[in-house]
């Protein structure tokens, strides 16, 4: 059997993460996340497929992916989410905290696996697939585990954008309701852009980034309390914050100081969509159907209990929050 060369092996996944760009500018709604990880699942339910070929493409998946999440750090400009406001920021700590509190509680009581149980919540209550992919180091999680966990919040985050303008017309929201309602409960920015459009126009999808943004930048926090979680189960001491999550903190405080240019700062936005995309590729990788099919009924229920917090959180917390301002 041919043996591919160890360059086209390494860079597998950054070619990867480019076509599923290009398929996601194609169609918007299969974001280059998904796209990605659905063409490295199917590289490895191939026939052909090896898993000593496949490890060097794991391998830089995963540096990819690393990456990726430390230029994250850059999308997110802390004056505009300063500009959200005490409400604002209530609502972005209170809808993470609860979803994530939530949802570990119930998958505990499911019986769902530990480090499963924590991947989803941290995704679900953050931002989805970047989440996942950050955290899981810090939970040891199984491969397997990690890609259940991005292809459920991709595939309830993308439902959402059709759900929550639909909710919004029926409530009777308005437009800055709605809008601050879908970045509060969609799981992945790119959705929320989508939802954000359906819901208004350039002044909504701005409300909706800023604070989806918002629960980004809760991202080093959840990290440090899922090995936390972890850490409290296996006895070991506090856990240490790895580089690429200190790599975007940083990176937030960077953008913060103004230095980088719009110019940097566009060129930065694709390398994090390829980066995380590449990331994607590799976690697509390690699913193979034969073990994740079908998919039981616990880790469904909780992915649904998930969703559901986010949502009725966020929107109970706005009009809450909105009732006191008035």
């Known amino acids: 059997m041919t043996r591919l060369p160890r360059p086209v092996l390494v860079s597998a996944p950054v070619a990867a993460g480019a076509t599923a760009m290009l398929v996601s500018g194609v169609v918007p709604l299969l974001g280059p996340l998904l796209v ?54 209530v609502v972005v700590v209170a809808t993470v905290a609860i979803t994530y509190g939530v949802t570990t509680a119930v998958g505990d009581a499911l019986g769902v696996e530990r480090g499963l149980v924590t991947l989803i919540a941290a995704g679900f209550s953050v931002c989805g697939a970047a989440a996942i992919a950050a955290v899981q180091d810090g939970v040891r999680a199984r491969e397997r ?21 639909v909710a919004s017309r ?51 926090g959840v990290y440090l309390v899922a090995a936390g979680r972890e ?7 506090a ?13 937030v405080a960077v953008r913060a100081t103004g230095v980088v240019g719009p110019v940097a700062l566009d060129l930065a936005d694709a390398a994090t969509t390829l980066l995380l995309a590449a990331g994607m590729f590799g976690l697509g990788l390690g699913l193979r159907v034969r073990d994740l099919w ?33």
């Open 294 to 326: 079908p998919l039981p009924a616990g880790v469904l229920t909780l992915a649904t209990v998930a969703t559901s917090t986010a949502a009725g959180t966020s929107l109970l917390l706005i009009l809450g929050t909105s009732a006191l301002a008035s």
């Open 36 to 89: 990605a990880l659905a063409l490295g699942a199917v590289v490895a339910n191939t026939s052909t497929a090896a898993a000593g070929r496949l490890a060097l493409s794991s391998a830089a998946a995963r540096t990819c992916l690393r990456a990726g999440i430390v230029l994250l750090g850059l999308r997110l400009p802390l004056g505009d989410l300063l500009g959200i406001g005490l409400g604002g920021a």
């Open 145 to 165: 585990h990690v890609a259940v966990a991005v292809a459920l919040v991709t595939v309830y985050g993308t439902a959402m954008i059709a759900v929550i303008p």
């Open 170 to 220: 029926v409530l009777g929201l308005s437009t800055e309701h709605a809008a601050l309602w879908a970045g509060a409960s969609i799981h992945e920015v790119a959705q929320v852009v989508v939802a954000a459009s359906l819901i208004g126009g350039p002044l909504a999808v701005a409300l909706a980034t800023t604070i989806k943004l918002g629960r980004v930048l809760t991202l080093a």
């Open 231 to 237: 850490g409290r189960q296996s006895a070991t001491s």
């Open 239 to 251: 856990p240490v914050v790895p580089w690429f999550v200190a790599g975007f903190v940083i990176a």
